[in-house]
Structures are given as structure tokens and as C-alpha cells.
């Protein structure tokens, strides 16, 4: 008898110090590079909100096996120099295990080799398509590819027997990347461009493109950029008399374009992810039980409504979550688990990688939605 209790007492001894150390444990340190400040902060600011909301709730949780989280966050002010020079900070000095964001094309790419000479995995935020193809071992993205948004937004004008468009694209890296894009599918989808016209990031009227434009025989006009650029466009449009229909890219899905674009907002049309308009989403809909809890926390916490963009750090957080929880914490563990990720239904869509495509999305992560007495519509 004095044996089995002894026994009971090494068990239980044991136990109380196997949690002691669990409990002990160091947090898992996950790096994050967001455009807090500056022109993109309407990118960066739900992005940064909602990964803080994340990481919280799954620390309330218990956190990751046992161990809590930390989220080290830099405001890149979508500057690429700054992101670099916090990217190598986050990786050298607070020695994360991972890095969310940026939350731009340009800082991405220009992140991406401090990422891969560290051997460090990334899930940027950003849409170009350069960002993940061709396929680096070392980096992910949740923000639908602008492959996509071109393919749906040509599919539309298929659809309204409309052959020939303008572009007016922004001179950056989003805009460069979108443009590419809208010229390279033009053929295949039968569409003729027959005005290409640019502006710059800073510039604050397009009256000059527009005016252009007004003149040729363009049946839509596309826009690709982000705000505040594509808001202009809108109010000068709309300044000038055009009535011909304008398309925006999925650069400014949120509330804020239609803010800034006031009355000019009114029946543009753009491809998004469904959570701006997951309300109006079917019930079969896989990913809108994830969408309007998003929406529905987010707003609770924050009182202003969760979107598109803050979707995109919400899906990475989860990715790392799962890739955490199945193989460990270590950056080589966490990249190869990413890699493996199978139907992750997130916000932005419903998530596949494998070895040969880190962006994981297909056309079906997109809704076509319009600006509808100042709000957004889906588009069935």
C-alpha cells in the first residue's frame, strides 16, 4: 500500500512539474510588417488591429499547445527602405519565428530576400502576383492574386458585351503588377485596350487621363490602385460628366474608398473578397460562418466594420496558428506545414498550397460587388 502511494506521489509530482514548465514556456514571438502610418494606412491599420484581435483571443485560449503568443509589430509607413530595415530587425534582434505582412507589392518584395536569407517564413498581405510566382520555399501570401481580379473583371465586361476599355493605372509596384495583367489577359478574353494611361502615387488630380479617355471610344473605363489615387479618379470622373462605366481593382475594398470617393463612388464596380458583403452571402456559402464572426468581433472591438484588408492578417494569423499546432513552432516546421495547408476556408477565400503555389486561391475567392446608395451590393 505505501508503495502505490509513493508511486501516486512521483505521478503526481511529476505532473505538477511537467505544467510548471509548459506553463513556463516561452511565447512564440510572430513578426508583423504593417503600413500603420502614411498613404497605405488604410491597408495597414485594420491589418494591424485585427492580427492584435487574433493573437489575443488565442492567448484567452490557452494559446499554441500550452504556449502564448507575441505579436512585434513595425509600421512600415509603406516605405520599402523602413520595411527592410524592420524585417531584418524583427529576424536578428526579437528573433520572431515568422513574419505576417507587409501589407503592400513594393515593401513585399523588397522583403523577400531578408526572409529567405534568414530561412524565416513570410505571409504577406499584399496582392501583386510577382510575390509569390515564381514560387519562393520561404513565402506565402492571403491577399487575393490581381490575376484574379483582372479575370473577373473581364468576365464581367464579357458578359455586358463590352470589347474595348481604358486602363488608368497607378505607377507602383500594385499598379505595375495590375496593368501587366490587364494587358497580358486583354487578348485572350477578347478585349481590345484602347487608351493606357498612368499616374503616380502622390498625384492629387487626373482631369488630364480622364479627359483623354472622355474623348476615345472606350466602353468601360478600369482603374488599378489604391487609395487614395482611385478616389480621385472617382470625384474627378464624376467632376468631368463621365458616364461611361467605371471598374476599380480589389486595392480599395473597404468603406474608406467610398469615404473618400463620395458621390463619385456611386455604381463603380470591383472584385472583392466576400466579407464586405457577407451578409448578403448564401448560407451554403462554406466561408461565411468565418466571415461574420470576423465582422461581428471586429466591429465590437473596434466599432468601425472588419474588412477586406483586415481579412487578409486574420487568414495569416490562423495559417501560422495551424501550421504551428501540427508542426511545431521552429521557422523550417512552420514554412513546411504552410505548404501543406488544404482547404482553409479564411476570409479572403478558401485556402490550398502545395509546392508549386504559395497564394493558394482561385477565382472563386472573388465577388464582383458595386457601390449602392453608398454602400456595397453583391453582384449575383
Excluded at 18 to 37: D, E, Q, R, T
Excluded at 201 to 210: F, H, Y
Excluded at 241 to 265: C, N, Q, R, W
Aim: net charge positive.
Amino acid at each position: 500500500m505505501s508503495r502505490n502511494v509513493f508511486r501516486m506521489i512521483l505521478v503526481l509530482c511529476f505532473s505538477f512539474l511537467m505544467a510548471g514548465a509548459v506553463f513556463a514556456a516561452p511565447p512564440v514571438k510572430i513578426g508583423a510588417l504593417f503600413s500603420v502610418s502614411g498613404p497605405a494606412s488604410f491597408l495597414g491599420e485594420p491589418e494591424r488591429n485585427t492580427a492584435v484581435m487574433m493573437v489575443d483571443e488565442i492567448n484567452k485560449a490557452g494559446g499554441i499547445k500550452g504556449r502564448k503568443l507575441e505579436l512585434v509589430v513595425y509600421d512600415t509607413q509603406g516605405d520599402a527602405t523602413k520595411a527592410v530595415q524592420a524585417a531584418n530587425k524583427l529576424i536578428k534582434d526579437d528573433k520572431v519565428v515568422a513574419i505576417i505582412g507587409p501589407s503592400t507589392t513594393g515593401d513585399s518584395m523588397a522583403v523577400i530576400p531578408v526572409v529567405e536569407r534568414a530561412g524565416i517564413p513570410m505571409i504577406s498581405c499584399a496582392a501583386g502576383i510577382k510575390i509569390t510566382e515564381p514560387v519562393n520555399k520561404w513565402v506565402f501570401k492571403t491577399a487575393q492574386n490581381d490575376v484574379l481580379a483582372v479575370m473577373k473583371i473581364y468576365r464581367h465586361l464579357q458578359q455586358q458585351k463590352i470589347d474595348k476599355v481604358a486602363i488608368l493605372t497607378v505607377s507602383d509596384g500594385f499598379g505595375s503588377s495590375g496593368r501587366e495583367q490587364l494587358r497580358l489577359q486583354a487578348k485572350e478574353f477578347d478585349i481590345k485596350i484602347i487608351s493606357d494611361e498612368t499616374y503616380g502615387p502622390k498625384d492629387t488630380d487626373m482631369t488630364v487621363q480622364l479627359t483623354k479617355i472622355r474623348g476615345n471610344e472606350a466602353q468601360a473605363i478600369i482603374c488599378w490602385g489604391t487609395n487614395p489615387g482611385p478616389a480621385i479618379v472617382a470625384r474627378n470622373a464624376r467632376q468631368l460628366g463621365i458616364k461611361t462605366p467605371i471598374y476599380m481593382s480589389h486595392g480599395v475594398s473597404s468603406k474608406k474608398f467610398i469615404e473618400l470617393a463620395g458621390d463619385g463612388a456611386e455604381g463603380i464596380i470591383l472584385p472583392s473578397g466576400k466579407v464586405i458583403v457577407a451578409d448578403q452571402l448564401p448560407d451554403s456559402d462554406p466561408q461565411k460562418k468565418n466571415l461574420m464572426n470576423y465582422v461581428r468581433k471586429y466591429q465590437e472591438r473596434y466599432k468601425v466594420e472588419g474588412d477586406h484588408f483586415g481579412g487578409h492578417a486574420w487568414d495569416a494569423i490562423m495559417l501560422l496558428k495551424n501550421a504551428m499546432e501540427k508542426g511545431g513552432f521552429s521557422p523550417a516546421a512552420i514554412r513546411d506545414q504552410l505548404e501543406k495547408t488544404k482547404k482553409f476556408s479564411g476570409i479572403g477565400g478558401t485556402f490550398s498550397f502545395s509546392p508549386d503555389d504559395h497564394a493558394g486561391l482561385t477565382s472563386d475567392a472573388f465577388v464582383l460587388v458595386q457601390v449602392v446608395n453608398g454602400d456595397w451590393k453583391l453582384i449575383k
